[in-house]
């Protein structure tokens, strides 16, 4: 039998949802801190630590907003994007996660895999203080515009995610398939 400890971690992962509607209640930012701190600590080879967090203001967020009405009516029409746009603003919450670019093919894989790792981190922390995220790999985050904005300089790093947060309006119900279909024992 599980001890309490290991069932609540178990508990921790399972729980943790995707969520697109949040509440329009501010997040405490020691909170969000603490996940980053929480977050960095996830595994990385040679303790690169190839992680960059760029949290978002209130200013910068509404310009953010106004590029994703830019780029989806780009490529998908104004209707489209005048949706994504107030979409996107109804998100109380945006932390930017970049990844140092290397050009050793081997090491920038371990180092975007362990980026990935510390964004599962931030998710969890938030998910156990009773917050939910979004973690987006939409149009905006490959923008060579929201890199400009955002100060980031695609030479040196490349943004992993733009992660939302903030209080769930309500959590979705989610399964997985058999543990039987997706564990080969090789003798």
């Given at each position: 039998?599980?001890?309490?400890?290991?069932?609540?971690?178990?508990?921790?992962?399972?729980?943790?949802?995707t969520?697109k509607?949040?509440q329009?209640k501010?997040?405490d930012?020691?909170?969000?801190m603490d996940?980053?701190?929480l977050?960095?600590?996830?595994?990385?080879?040679?303790l690169?630590?190839?992680?960059h967090?760029?949290?978002l203001?209130?200013s910068?967020?509404?310009k953010?907003?106004?590029l994703?009405?830019?780029?989806v009516?780009?490529k998908?029409?104004?209707?489209?994007?005048?949706?994504?746009?107030k979409?996107?603003a109804?998100r109380?919450g945006?932390l930017?996660v970049?990844?140092?670019?290397?050009?050793?093919?081997?090491?920038?894989?371990?180092?975007?895999?362990?980026v990935c790792?510390?964004?599962q981190?931030?998710?969890?922390?938030l998910s156990e203080?009773?917050?939910?995220?979004?973690?987006?790999?939409?149009?905006?985050t490959?923008?060579?515009?929201?890199?400009?904005?955002l100060g980031?300089?695609s030479?040196?790093?490349?943004?992993?995610g733009?992660?939302?947060y903030g209080?769930?309006?309500l959590?979705?119900?989610?399964t997985?398939?058999?543990l039987?279909k997706?564990?080969?024992?090789?003798d």
């Open positions: 039998m599980k001890n309490a400890t290991l069932k609540k971690l178990a508990s921790t992962i399972r729980d943790r949802r969520v509607m949040f329009k501010t997040v930012s020691e909170i969000i996940a980053i701190d977050a960095r600590w996830a595994p990385n080879h040679h690169t630590e190839p992680w967090f760029y949290l203001n209130d910068i967020i509404k953010c907003v106004d994703i009405r830019i780029v009516t780009e998908k029409g104004k209707e489209i994007g005048v949706f994504k746009a979409d996107a109804s109380p945006w930017v970049t990844c140092k670019k290397s050009e050793d093919e081997l090491t920038q894989k371990e180092d975007y895999a362990s790792c510390a964004i981190n931030f998710s969890l922390y203080a009773k917050l939910a995220s979004k973690w987006s790999t939409g149009p905006i490959r923008d060579p515009r929201f890199y400009e904005l980031i300089e030479e040196k790093e490349f943004i992993v733009l992660i939302w209080y769930p309006k959590l979705p119900v989610q997985r398939g058999k039987d997706i564990v080969t024992l090789i």
